[in-house]
């Protein structure tokens, strides 16, 4: 079988489990090393296989940082970049919708073949990726921008259905029997997290309070603002963070509080799947994102070499599930090897 129709193959096995499992609606991770709880610096990866002869360059251009979810990604760029025999360039903004839209900019001056972004703050991107589509040259979105990615021209989005995640945590919450939910971002400009927390909000039976906490590389800002949060009202019961630190800051911050908080998440870690084996924290919602490093550039080399295109209109959605007691072990293996 040709390296060609083994892509297609893998692609056509992904579309069917997604189309199965998908919804229209919307991290894993490696255990946090020393470096990735300081405070994250912007990375630039370059991969290339000279051996199979490629002559397209492909870049993945984001906002994340090299923090325990983004470090997948790259994990799952390296991979795709070593299957199809072709330099592929990284490049993680670190929040920084400037920087992130010059590094565009630069792809496009490079005569990318393909270039895949994510639209964690849309406007701030958005004159950079009209001009991808304006240059003649194929855009993906990836991890965030479900609503945004078919203004700005791109041919589909690789990611979850954030508004469906948030439901999902809703009803968990539910089931959990949490009153008042405090939905912690990290984040103050991703609209993806604003959509989580939203989410949560329209299927949860009773209140909930959005806040911003602090960003990942300040641990102790995000404690101590969940626990003045707690002290500030009695009736919260219960924490979501919208990331897979968060719920490690609640579980402190109810320590702190001298509060028993019900606590959910989002995406993987190390330590999470640890507090979620000994029963700390309920549950955390998986949204694939090896799948968000590795199909993009998959479809770009695909559309730049075999005119195919996929999603039909419609995102490639690799989330929500669900990380409890009842998988966590097998999924502890997984975020050990740095795929999950």
Not at 101 to 118: D, M, P, R, V, Y
Not at 139 to 160: C, E, F, P, R
Request: some cysteine; proline content about 3%.
């Amino acid at each position: 079988m040709t390296k060609l129709w083994k892509l297609f193959a893998v692609l056509l096995a992904f579309t069917l489990v997604a189309a199965a499992c998908g919804n229209d609606d919307d991290t894993s991770e490696q255990a946090p090393t020393e470096a990735a709880t300081q405070a994250p610096q912007a990375t630039e990866v370059v991969q290339v296989d000279p051996t199979q002869g490629c002559d397209n360059t492909y870049h993945v251009i984001t906002h994340g940082d090299s923090g325990t979810f983004w470090s997948v990604v790259e994990v799952a760029v390296r991979d795709a970049a070593a299957d199809i025999g072709c330099e592929v360039v990284y490049f993680g903004a670190n929040n920084d919708a400037l920087r992130q839209s010059q590094e565009i900019e630069a792809a496009i001056a490079a005569g990318s073949s393909g270039i895949a972004i994510s639209l964690a703050d849309p406007s701030g991107v958005q004159s950079a990726a009209e001009a991808v589509v304006a240059a003649g040259i194929p855009l993906y979105t990836l991890n965030s921008g479900v609503d945004n990615y078919k203004g700005l021209g791109a041919t589909t989005h690789i990611g979850q259905t954030e508004t469906v995640a948030g439901n999902g945590a809703g009803e968990r919450f539910n089931d959990l029997g949490a009153t008042h939910v405090l939905c912690a971002r990290q984040e103050q400009t991703n609209v993806g997290l604003e959509e989580r927390c939203n989410g949560l909000a329209e299927t949860f039976n009773g209140e909930v309070t959005s806040e911003f906490v602090g960003l990942d590389a300040n641990p102790d800002e995000q404690q101590n603002t969940i626990a003045a949060i707690l002290q500030g009202d009695d009736s919260i019961d219960g924490v979501l963070g919208v990331g897979p630190n968060l719920p490690l800051r609640a579980l402190a911050a109810g320590e702190q509080a001298g509060r028993d908080l019900i606590i959910g998440g989002f995406d993987l870690s190390s330590d999470l799947i640890n507090e979620i084996e000994a029963g700390n924290v309920a549950f955390t919602v998986d949204q694939q994102q090896y799948l968000q490093g590795y199909l993009p550039v998959i479809l770009m080399h695909l559309q730049a070499t075999n005119l195919n295109t996929a999603g039909g209109g419609l995102p490639i959605l690799t989330g929500p599930g669900f990380v409890d007691t009842a998988n966590a072990a097998e999924v502890k293996a997984l975020v050990s090897a740095g795929t999950r």
